[in-house]
Structures are given as structure tokens and as C-alpha cells.
């Protein structure tokens, strides 16, 4: 076994940090067996340097610069975030031949090109399982056990406060307004969770795992994205009548037209799922990707998406493989880009499609929405309607639900937009995507 110890810089000592030291000091032992040599903590970045941090004051600093530079640094692991100045630090590190692990989703979707070619260019390792889905193993998967398959789809819940939002609106009949308040209530919504429940968060996910995925360089501008924001508690009832839940989706998928030429989609947005199909029942907090390869088929990743244990195994089986690689000599897998498929655009990726209105409830109503759809060439597989009342209980119109075949995203925008200028329809309530279903 090696003596030569293994150092490490931490940078950030948030809950994920405040896990990885931990387990860094109290593992000792397993890790050094583990790793070949021991693997020892010089030093954790932080903003303010003070007594109450849990660690000894003597290894804390806000001097990061300094940190990263020392020679007795042979990994640093960045989990302070955000994209900056987390990228100056890390690019920093690589160039001076220090291998990375990282947790920050937003820095690998808008840099990891800049990153990877850094790390490449100093025969160094760059890791990020704890990018997505927290603890659960979704980047080792893609990138080493399924290296020789071909990659087909990979869609998933990745983001675990808008799963624990729309999962209390199914359970409860919650509005989105009180599931969020209750979901801040406990602490799985942050002050601000614009990032989560407008799908920033997933989309930063989306890119990573297309990238990978696809072989192919995709950032988080490239994927289409929508939030849950405006998914009411009336969505999921219609929902349940169609035998579905409604999940916030991160989909990647690989598109093949039918004289072979490929595209990668990327998109974020809520959807439909049939309660058969195994991401409609993932609840709670909880994440789960399904990927699915042209030979080993269909795979299912399920596992804590968040927290400060959950991310700081991921950020640990990182920092042990990158330990690994500097005692052996070895190196992780690199970037691969080599496919450099054309990003599609949302216009032309085919679903199907729910729609919710409200009509006046009169001849011909029915047979006007249904011209509209036949017109912009959107097939109907099935229709819905209820009548509704005041507050008076008097009749005041009617709703309709409609639920479609497969239509491109372009011409289903195209029949809402005319669906909105008829006189006979008064609000088009929600339009969302059904995913699951190949109808």
C-alpha cells in the first residue's frame, strides 16, 4: 500500500461540505484501504473563517486562491457554488494538475467544455456524479456501464422540491400556492425557488445527462424548458380521470428521422404519466431516471435526489475514484463528443397533448374545437366535458378536456393560439404534455 498521502481541499462547508468532512475524518481508516494511501483534508474553503464551523478553526480559510495552489493538494473538491466564483477556482485547480469533484449542476451545464478540455489538457480527472439526482448513480452508469450501448432515451424526476409540490397536490388536492408554502414549511423549497419549480434546476440536470448521453455538447440554453407554476389542482383531477399522475420530467432523447439523420432533444416540463409507467409513482422528495439503451433496455435509477448525506456519497465515490487514479497512475473517462448531433428544436418533437377549456355551453360548441384541431392536422384520441356553475349554482358554460394523439409541438401551439380566438371558447385553462403513452 502506499504511504504517500493523498490531499484533499474542500471548498464549501454548506450541508453537503459539512457531510463530506465528516466522512473524510471518521472513515479514515475504510478509505485508506479503499484508496491504496491515505487520504487526508489539508485545508476547507469557506467565506468566514470562525470557531462555531464543527471542524478545527486551523484548517478552515477564506483564502480559496491559496488553498487550491498548495502543493500538498492533490484533489479539490468544489461544493460552494455558484457558477462563480466556483469556475475560476476549479479551472484553477486543473490547471496546476489538480483533479476535481464537483457537486454544481449550473457550472457543468453552461462549462463543462471549458472544464473537460482543462482537465484533458492536464491529464487530470474531472467528476460530477453529484451533479444530478444527489445520491443516486445516474453518470457512472452513462459514462462507463453502458460505454459500449447505445443510449436511446434518458427522462426522469431530478428535481425533488417540485416532486414533493406536485406529489402533495395529487395526495391532498392542494393548490400549487399551499403545497409550495408547506414545502418551504419544511425546508425542501428554498426562499427563492424560482430555480426549482421554473425548472431551471432540471434543465442544468437535462443538459448534463444529453451531453453525456448523446456524445454530444449540450448546455442548459439548449433544452426547452417549462415550470410548474401554473399546474392547478383542477390539472390533477382531470388527471386521475385519465389514469395519470403529473410529474415535473427532465427528457433526453436521441431522435432518428426516417432517412437516418439524428437530433438530440432536450426538454424540462410537467406532464402526464400513466400510473402504470414507473415514474408515476416516485413521490415525495425522492428522484428517479429511467434510461433506456439499445441493448440492455430499460433501466430505472431511484434513490434520494437531495440533502447533505444523500449528495455527499456521490461527492465521496467521486473523490475515492479520483484518489484511486493518483495512486495507480490511471485516469476517469473523459468528455465525449464525438457524435456532435444538431440540438431539435421543441417545435418539432412530436407528444401527446392534454388541454384544458372552458366553453359556452351551446350547439355546435363541440364540433367548432374539434374543426380547430382537424385543421392544424392534431388527431383526437378523446374528449371530456362537464358542465360548471356560479358560485349561485346557476349554469355559466362548460369545461372541455381534450386529450390527443401525437402531434408536433409546433402545431399544437398553432390550434391553441386558434382555439383562443374562437368566440365560443372563454379561457384556455392549461395545456399540458402526456409522456408515456405512444398513442
Known sequence: MSEKAIGVAVLGLGNVGTEVVRIIEE????????????????????????????????????DVDSLVSRDDVDIVVELMGPVEPARKAIMAALEQGKSVVTANKALMAQSTGELAQAAEKARVDLYFEAAVAGAIPVIRPLTQSLAGDSVLRVAGIVNGTTNYILSAMNDTGASYEDALADASALGYAEADPTADVEGYDAAAKAAILASIAFHTRVTA???????????????????????????????????????????????????????????????GAFNAVVVEAEAAG???FYGQGAGGAPTASAVMGDLVMAARNRVQGGRGPRESKYAKLPIASIGAIPTRYYVNMNVKDQPGVLSAVAAEFSRHEVSIAEVRQQGMTDPEGEPCGAQIVVVTHQATDA???????????????????SVLRMEGTTA
Do not use: W
Open 27 to 62: 472513515s479514515a481508516a475504510d478509505l485508506e484501504a479503499r484508496i491504496g494511501a491515505p487520504l487526508e483534508l489539508r485545508g476547507v474553503g469557506v467565506r468566514r473563517v470562525a470557531k462555531d464551523r464543527g471542524i478545527p478553526v486551523g484548517l478552515l480559510t477564506d
Open 221 to 283: 440554453d439548449d433544452v426547452y424548458r417549462e415550470g410548474i407554476t401554473k399546474v392547478s389542482a383542477a390539472d390533477f383531477e382531470s388527471a386521475k380521470a385519465l389514469g395519470c399522475n403529473i410529474k415535473l420530467l427532465a427528457i433526453c432523447e436521441r431522435l432518428t428521422s426516417g432517412k437516418g439523420k439524428q437530433r438530440v432533444s432536450a426538454r424540462v416540463y410537467p406532464a402526464l404519466v400513466p400510473l402504470d409507467h414507473p415514474l408515476a409513482s416516485v413521490n
Open 298 to 300: 430499460r433501466l430505472m
Open 411 to 429: 402545431a399544437l401551439s398553432e390550434t391553441v393560439e386558434a382555439l383562443a380566438e374562437l368566440d365560443v371558447v372563454q379561457n384556455i385553462n
